[in-house]
C-alpha cells in the first residue's frame, strides 16, 4: 500500500470525531456516490480492455449530457459483467440487501464475491460504497484504493475517494480526485458542481 494511501487511512481515523461538525456544512445531495443505473444494456462481446479503451476515449469527446451516459451506462455493464455465475448472483443479491438497508449483509455477500474473484473490480467498488454509507471510511478508502489498482479510469471511485476525502475535511485532495474523474468523464453528475465550489472554497473567485 502507498505512503500516500496510508496517510489518507490514517486521515479517517484521526478525523472521525470531527464528522457531526463537517457534516453540517456539507450539501448531502452532492455527496450521493456515483452509481450504476438498474438498467444496463448488455456488456459488449469481444476484449474487454479494447471495448473498454474505445468507449473511454468516446466518454471523453461525449458532446453533451445524453451522449455521455449513454456511453457511461455501456462501461458500467462491461465493469458488472462477470464470467462467474456465482459472482453474479451474489452480486444481485448485495444489491438488493443493500437497497433494504441490510448492510451487514450485504458486505459478507461482497466479501464472499473478492474471496472467489479477487479481479472482480466492481465488487471492490460496491462494498466501498457499502462502508461509506456505513460511514466507515477507513475501509472505504482501503477498498477505493484496490479499485483504482485494478481500474485507475473508474470515475465512480474517485468521484467516492473526492466525496471521503471532503467530509473528512481534506478539501484540497477532495478537489485533486473530482478533477481526475472529470478528465475522465466531463459531464460526470453533480461532480462539476463540487469542483466549483471546492475550487471557489481553496483558490478564490476569478476576478
Not at 26 to 33: C, G, N, Y
Not at 167 to 174: F, W
Request: charged letters at 30%.
Amino acid at each position: 500500500m502507498t505512503r500516500r494511501f496510508i496517510a489518507l487511512l490514517a486521515t479517517a481515523t484521526l478525523a472521525a470525531w470531527a464528522l457531526p461538525a463537517l457534516a453540517e456544512s456539507i450539501d448531502p445531495e452532492l455527496l450521493k456516490p456515483i452509481e450504476p443505473p438498474s438498467a444496463l444494456p448488455r456488456a459488449q462481446h469481444g476484449d474487454k480492455t479494447q471495448n473498454l479503451d474505445r468507449l473511454f476515449a468516446a466518454l471523453k469527446v461525449a458532446p453533451d449530457d445524453e451522449s455521455a451516459k449513454y456511453v457511461e451506462n455501456r462501461i458500467w455493464a462491461i465493469w458488472l459483467a462477470s464470467s462467474s455465475d456465482t459472482a453474479n448472483l451474489l452480486m444481485g443479491r448485495a444489491k438488493t440487501a443493500t437497497d433494504s438497508k441490510d448492510f451487514d449483509l450485504a458486505i459478507r455477500l461482497l466479501n464472499a464475491i473478492i474471496d472467489i474473484r479477487p479481479d472482480f473490480t466492481e465488487a471492490w467498488n460496491r462494498r466501498a460504497t457499502v462502508y461509506y454509507t456505513k460511514k466507515d471510511f477507513g475501509r472505504a478508502l482501503a477498498d477505493i484504493h484496490e479499485v483504482l489498482a485494478r481500474e485507475p479510469r473508474h470515475f465512480g471511485a474517485l468521484s467516492g475517494l473526492g466525496i471521503i476525502l471532503q467530509e473528512l475535511g481534506d478539501d484540497k485532495r477532495a478537489l485533486d480526485a473530482f478533477r481526475r474523474a472529470l478528465a475522465i468523464h466531463p459531464h460526470l453528475e453533480r461532480v462539476p458542481e463540487l469542483v466549483q465550489k471546492l475550487s471557489e472554497k481553496i483558490e478564490g473567485r476569478d476576478i
